[in-house]
């Protein structure tokens, strides 16, 4: 599957942004959906995991009451809800797809290339 990430861009901290991620190539709907980011100098973190359904999500602690992630498999798109932002959010957001429920990395055997997420303060 073949994973298109969009809608990052320049925000003011207290912000929000919604970011997109439009899959192609396999059935969506078979694929649990994750956002990770990567801010410079720092290893990629899990953001937020979105069953097949949509039914089950989870949160990293930070993004808790933030973020929130949601699913429409007719579109074959995740998007990620992001509110309140604060300057240590900026970084690279990624979306991933895995095969079973994860929060981990190494779960997802697919990865969009990222979009730039930038909060000044």
């Known amino acids: 599957v073949q994973l298109q990430a969009s809608g990052g861009g320049l925000v003011q901290a207290g912000g929000s942004l919604r970011l997109s991620c439009e899959a192609s190539?396999?059935?969506?709907?078979?694929?649990?959906m994750g956002w990770f980011r990567q801010a410079p100098g720092k290893d990629r973190e899990f953001v937020a995991a979105?069953?097949?359904?949509?039914?089950?999500?989870s949160y990293g602690d930070s993004m808790k009451g933030r973020f929130t992630i949601s699913r429409d498999n007719a579109k074959s798109t995740v998007y990620l809800q992001v509110n309140s932002l604060k300057p240590e959010d900026t970084a690279v957001y990624y979306c991933?797809?895995?095969?079973?429920?994860?929060?981990?990395?190494?779960?997802?055997?697919?990865w969009g290339q990222g979009t730039q997420v930038t909060v000044s303060s």
């Open positions: 190539g396999r059935t969506f709907s078979r694929y649990v």
């Open positions: 991933a797809a895995a095969g079973r429920y994860s929060t981990l990395q190494r779960e997802f055997n697919y």
């Open positions: 979105i069953s097949w359904s949509g039914g089950s999500t």
